[in-house]
């Protein structure tokens, strides 16, 4: 519940901060991708993109690169939580397997305490 609380205290001042920097970079501004290349004179700038879409697209980028990062480095922590979740899974079925062939009946470790604990 307290996660979502400050989830919503920083994303919605967070996203009002995005409209408004929007709303006041709407100019259009000239991209030129060949760091070598001659930089565009202001006449021959020709097509533009405005500033917060180009600021957008980098933000994106950022975050399916991060999460992509993040992904590739907990690759070990998921390879050992699925060889932990295959142990329990056999252990429990080893388990249950020793607890029908003993037949269930009284013989269980806590019942064996209960009477050591009684003749005491």
Request: proline residues 3%; aromatic residues 8%; hydrophobic residues 50%.
């Amino acid at each position: 519940m307290v996660s979502k609380i400050v989830g919503w205290l920083v994303l919605v001042p967070l996203c009002a901060v995005l409209v408004a920097f929007a709303l006041a970079n709407r100019q259009l501004v000239a991209i030129n991708l060949n760091p070598f290349g001659a930089p565009a004179s202001a006449d021959a700038a020709g097509y533009g993109i405005p500033l917060f879409v180009i600021l957008y697209i980098v933000l994106l980028v950022g975050v399916l690169l991060g999460g992509t990062a993040t992904w590739f480095a907990q690759g070990q922590h998921r390879k050992r939580e699925r060889q932990w979740r295959r142990e329990a899974q056999a252990l429990n079925s080893e388990l249950e397997a020793q607890r029908r062939r003993q037949g269930q009946g009284g013989n269980n470790a806590l019942s064996e305490v209960d009477e050591i604990l009684d003749l005491r």
